[in-house]
């Protein structure tokens, strides 16, 4: 398992660059390519498409990180599942809701970092597995603002909690991949630039 610390929830809090409200929706497609792990050790690619409609505000983030801080990712997910910021779909799968967005500035690239309720199969229900523990999708892209064009990577089931980072000593919020890999975004465009 892989884990990313501070990314999304408070470098959503920290951005001075990020955008609270849209004019208009923007819409991003591309290829996922995803790796298998486990027994399954095939490597899938899809298309995707991200359709962005808004993003949280500073004091939406930061209820949503004291909601962390004190009650975990359960309570945290339950406060924010009705959100509609957007959606975002992979191939034929009906597309997931985004309850959390934020833009900023990377690099000289606009940054998208997002989450969701991922997919969940009956299997994984029936059988009670731990991949349950899981329940966000994450993404996070970088375009090019000059050619609407760039690449990401996409966590299929991830886990986000309060915990202090070993090496500064502070509290972080960590999101976790339950996969061994992340999966990448690629060839990504950006739809109807003005």
Excluded: C, H
Excluded at 17 to 28: D, K, M, V
Excluded at 66 to 86: C, H, M, P, V, Y
Excluded at 131 to 138: H, I, K, R, T
Excluded at 181 to 190: E, K, N, T, Y
């Amino acid at each position: 398992m892989k884990t990313f610390r501070n990314l999304i929830i408070v470098s959503m809090v920290t951005a001075a660059a990020s955008i609270s409200a849209f004019a208009q929706s923007e819409t991003y497609t591309g290829t996922v390519i995803s790796y298998g792990s486990g027994t399954n050790i095939r490597t899938t690619s899809n298309t995707f498409t991200l359709n962005i409609k808004g993003t949280m505000s500073d004091s939406d983030v930061d209820r949503a990180v004291a909601i962390l801080q004190e009650d975990g990712q359960d309570a945290l997910l339950k406060s924010i599942r009705t959100n509609d910021l957007g959606n975002f779909s992979v191939g034929g799968r009906l597309g997931r809701d985004l309850i959390g967005v934020r833009i900023d500035e990377a690099g000289g690239k606009k940054r998208i970092r997002a989450i969701f309720e991922r997919w969940i199969n009956f299997g994984e229900i029936r059988g009670g597995y731990r991949s349950l523990d899981y329940p966000f999708g994450y993404l996070e892209i970088l375009i090019d603002p000059a050619t609407g064009k760039g690449e990401g990577t996409f966590l299929e089931a991830a886990k986000i909690r309060w915990k202090r980072d070993k090496s500064s000593n502070q509290y972080v919020v960590e999101i976790e991949d339950f996969g061994t890999f992340p999966a990448r975004l690629m060839g990504i465009s950006q739809r109807n630039r003005t």
